[in-house]
């Protein structure tokens, strides 16, 4: 069974149409990229998936929970579909240590001392081990990213969404978390990256999607749809892009 | 210089009695106010109008009309209808209902300012409303409304100096009662303004001690 399956999405924001009719289908232990132009829409499916955005239409079922359109999904999820956040979003009045056992505590009702080791081990995981006393203001962009992973991957979520992890970091720091991604790739875990970092999407994703304007045009193995794109549209994104 | 001294000494257990009225007054006022206050702005913030605008009017009715009149209504206007209060529960519940709207006003907006991201980060990892409020938005909440609400606390410290005006023997109304036998009004005045002064100054200090706490971790 897939782990994302979704038929004809729509998202509006008032009369602006955001996503017009997206189908997508994501295999267990899929990579996938989702690329285009800013204003695509690719950042909202990814907060629709969420249930950080209600939608208008279309049918959508993730970690096993169907969404209808209006109807809250984040709470059903109860964390199985985790988020990471472009400006990471640390809770700023805990420790790296107590941002990871949160959920775990407050929404899976488990004992402080459970969460927190498990909380310890996964930051050991994404090399924040010496920082797990730390408060979030005390850390670099790439180790407050790094910690948002490691809270998002204690809830065991079956699908992880990644909404441009990277692009709120100085350039120095986005290769300490695009390899802590790569790790997780290479565990089979599913996920779904928005991201402009483009060889990254190549190398890691299975898959690549594009998008632009609301709708999906062009998706094919990463390979392929870099190396060979069939859509003018794609290809001209793809050449500005590069573009030196 | 001697008949001064005899004069406070002599003054002093009436208007330590009138004080001691202040305190209580002003604590009953914040804390009730602050409950009252805490409930209005969740009411404030409220996706369901029918919550959101009684609210708001409730705060600009409270807001919009002097702190004297609400308390005369209160306290002599109210029997009319045969509600008559004691002076020191309608001087309670006026500075209480006063200070509710001014808490409401204050906590709103560093509920609303606290950012969006915060919310959502909640509320991926599966927590209701009602978690994310008390886990996540209230800490960070707190830490932006410690300060203007000690300035209303403090506010209302003097406020209740209102309270004369309806027979709650605080500290000014002893005051008053001290110079009408006495006739040494500019001395008792000071005196009570100096005691008025070290109540603020008091509670000013107690506002840093909660600053600092709120703040604690934050860097």
């Known amino acids: 069974m897939s782990a994302v399956s979704a038929r004809g999405l729509v998202k509006r924001f008032d009369d602006v149409v955001v996503l017009n009719g997206v189908d997508i289908e994501v295999a267990q232990g899929e990579v996938v990229a989702i690329i285009g132009p800013s204003g695509s829409g690719k950042s909202t499916l990814l907060r629709c998936m969420a249930g950080l955005e209600l939608l208008d239409g279309g049918a959508l079922r993730i970690a096993g929970v169907e969404a209808a359109p209006r109807a809250p999904l984040a709470r059903a999820l109860k964390g199985r579909v985790g988020f990471v956040f472009q400006s990471f979003n640390l809770f700023p009045h805990r420790t790296a240590l107590q941002n990871v056992a949160e959920g775990l505590i407050v929404v899976r009702g488990q004992p402080r001392a459970a969460a927190e080791a498990k909380a310890r081990a996964l930051l050991e995981k994404v090399g924040l081990g010496a920082r797990v006393d730390a408060w979030p203001g005390e850390l670099s962009g790439g180790q407050q990213q790094r910690c948002a992973i490691a809270r998002a991957l204690a809830m065991d979520p079956e699908v992880i969404l990644f909404d441009e992890p990277t692009s709120a970091l100085d350039p120095e720091l986005v290769g300490e978390v695009l390899s802590v991604i790569r790790e997780l790739a290479a565990e089979k875990r599913t996920m779904l990256i928005v991201t402009h970092q483009m060889d990254f999407a190549r190398d890691v994703a299975d898959r690549t999607i594009f998008m632009d304007s609301g709708v999906i045009v062009e998706q094919a193995p990463s390979r392929e749809l870099f190396g060979a794109p069939k859509e003018e549209r794609t290809r001209r994104f793809l050449g500005k892009v590069a573009a030196p | 210089m001697d008949a001064t001294l005899d004069l406070l000494s002599q003054s002093a257990p009436l208007l330590l009695k009138g004080a001691g009225y202040t305190i209580a007054l002003s604590l009953i006022g914040m804390s009730l106010g602050l409950v009252l206050g805490f409930g209005l702005a969740l009411m404030r913030l409220s996706r369901s109008a029918l919550l959101r605008w009684p609210a708001g009017v409730y705060v600009s009715a409270i807001r919009g009309t002097p702190l004297l009149v609400q308390l005369f209504l209160i306290y002599y206007g109210l029997p009319q209808f045969g509600v008559e209060l004691p002076p020191l529960a309608a001087a309670g519940i006026g500075f209480s209902l006063n200070i509710a709207a001014y808490a409401c006003e204050i906590l709103r907006s560093a509920i609303a300012n606290v ?105």
Request: charged content about 20%; cysteine-free.
């Open chain 2, 115 to 219: 950012d969006r991201g915060q919310w959502e980060a909640a509320t991926v990892l599966g927590m209701s409303r009602g978690q994310a409020l008390r886990r996540v938005i209230l800490p960070q909440a707190a830490r932006t409304a410690v300060a203007p609400l000690s300035n209303s606390f403090i506010s209302l410290v003097k406020d209740t100096s209102l309270a004369a005006t309806i027979q709650v023997p605080e500290l000014f109304r002893q005051t008053q009662l001290i110079t009408a036998r006495t006739f040494e009004i500019f001395t008792m005045y000071l005196a009570a303004a100096a005691l008025y002064w070290i109540v603020s100054t008091l509670l000013a200090a107690g506002q840093g001690v909660l600053e600092r706490r709120a703040a604690e971790g934050r860097r």
